[in-house]
Every structure is written in structure tokens, then in C-alpha cells.
T-cell receptor, first 112, second 113 residues
Framework: QQQVKQSPQSLIVQKGGISIINCAYE??????FPWYQQFPGKGPALLIA?????SEKKEGRFTISFNKSAKQFSLHIMDSQPGDSATYFC???????????FGKGTRLSVIA | NAGVTQTPKFQVLKTGQSMTLQCAQD?????MYWYRQDPGMGLRLIYY???????DKGEVPNGYNVSRLNKREFSLRLESAAPSQTSVYFC????????????FGSGTRLTVV
């Protein structure tokens, strides 16, 4: 059973546009939701994370929106740039209890 | 540079051969992990070690063994490699607990022929 479902698998966005990646989860005990960014040939790196006590968290051009009732969270990349082209993974865990469970990833391509 | 170091970076094995993937971190992190990454499958947890002296199975442990040698080092062993184990393997570590704050290594690309 896939605990975190991520969509779309791939995404092409024009430079300056908004990239949106969505994730849904089943386990209502999850209380930590990070997003990781991975460039080719590198390991994933933490981009931004949120806990369910807030509905939105913004860091620069990156925003996480969280909908607890729908069990969904999403990553918005504003003013997308070619340098944002990477694979993005959402993840979830239960604090102090379980390791991170990752979605299957979204390959983002930002074209000029 | 501080971080997670994985060796080797690339390896080709024949079916049935064995090998050990090495991972070391110099951040004094308590918890360490092994994930595999396959196209379209995301990152799947193989084994993890919440603290020195403990190891636990993840989602896909079959065909693998691990050893938490000390606080710094966490190795992954393939006793009899199979083509299905062709993958990119990532080691990660975390300081605060097993739930967050992961730092990943740069990966080992393994091909089993």
C-alpha cells in the first residue's frame, strides 16, 4: 500500500510560471511533511517542510499548502526558473516514531 | 566537507556475487538509513538504524543485510546479487530522530548483470 501518492509524474513549465506538485496521504497519524529536491547525480536535499498545525509555509519562491481534512499537501514554485529543473519528492512521517515515507517523485522541467 | 560519504559511487556485479556498500557520516548523527531509488518508484526504505546498536527493516529488506558498525558507519550488504537489485542506493543520516532532518549521500549506482 502506497502511503504517500504524488502527482504528476512529470511536469513541464515555462520560465516564470508556477509549478504545482501534489501529494496525498492515508495515515492520519503523519505529522511531518517535507519536500526534497534532487538534481541528477546527487542525493535528495531538504527543500521545505510543514507540520499540520499550519495551512501554509513559504520560503522564498517555494510554498507548501496543507489541507488536513483532505489529507493533501502541495508544493508551489513561483516564478519557476530553469535552475529549478529537478526531481521533487514529497514525504511524510510520524515524529519520533517512523522513518520518512516518500512519494514516487515528480520530474520538473522549466523551459525558457 | 561534512556530510554523508558513500563508497563506491559505481559498481557492476555479476548475478550471485556479493558486495558491501559503505556509508559514513561525520555529523555525529544518531540515525542512519538505506534507501533505493528506481525509476518511477521513488525512494524506498531498505533498512534503518535509529541509534548505534539497533537496526530495523524497512519496506524492501529482502536480499539485504546491514551492520551499524559504530555511530559513524552503516553498511549495506548484498549476499547474492540479483538483477532486481540494480538500482541507485542512497544512505542518509539524521540528528534529531528517525522522522526528519535527513542528510543524503550522493548515491551508489549498482548494476547487476
Amino acid at each position: 500500500q502506497q502511503q504517500v501518492k504524488q502527482s504528476p509524474q512529470s511536469l513541464i513549465v515555462q520560465k516564470g510560471g508556477i509549478s504545482i506538485i501534489n501529494c496525498a496521504y492515508e495515515n492520519t497519524a503523519f505529522d511531518y511533511f517535507p519536500w526534497y529536491q534532487q538534481f541528477p547525480g546527487k542525493g535528495p536535499a531538504l527543500l521545505i517542510a510543514i507540520r499540520p498545525d499550519v495551512s501554509e509555509k513559504k520560503e522564498g519562491r517555494f510554498t507548501i499548502s496543507f489541507n488536513k481534512s483532505a489529507k493533501q499537501f502541495s508544493l508551489h514554485i513561483m516564478d519557476s526558473q530553469p535552475g529549478d529543473s529537478a526531481t521533487y519528492f514529497c514525504a511524510a512521517s510520524i515524529t519520533g516514531n517512523t522513518p520518512l515515507v516518500f512519494g514516487k517523485g515528480t520530474r520538473l522541467s522549466v523551459i525558457a | 566537507n561534512a556530510g554523508v560519504t558513500q563508497t563506491p559511487k559505481f559498481q557492476v556485479l555479476k548475478t550471485g556475487q556479493s558486495m558491501t556498500l559503505q556509508c559514513a557520516q561525520d555529523m555525529n548523527h544518531n540515525s542512519m538509513y538505506w534507501y533505493r531509488q528506481d525509476p518511477g518508484m521513488g525512494l524506498r526504505l531498505i533498512y534503518y538504524s535509529a541509534s548505534e546498536g539497533t537496526t530495523d527493516k524497512g519496506e524492501v529488506p529482502n536480499g539485504y543485510n546491514v551492520s551499524r558498525l559504530n555511530k559513524r558507519e552503516f553498511s549495506l550488504r548484498l549476499e547474492s546479487a540479483a538483477p532486481s537489485q540494480t538500482s541507485v542506493y542512497f544512505c542518509a543520516s539524521s540528528a534529531v530522530g528517525i522522522s526528519y532532518g535527513y542528510t543524503f549521500g550522493s548515491g551508489t549506482r549498482l548494476t547487476v548483470v
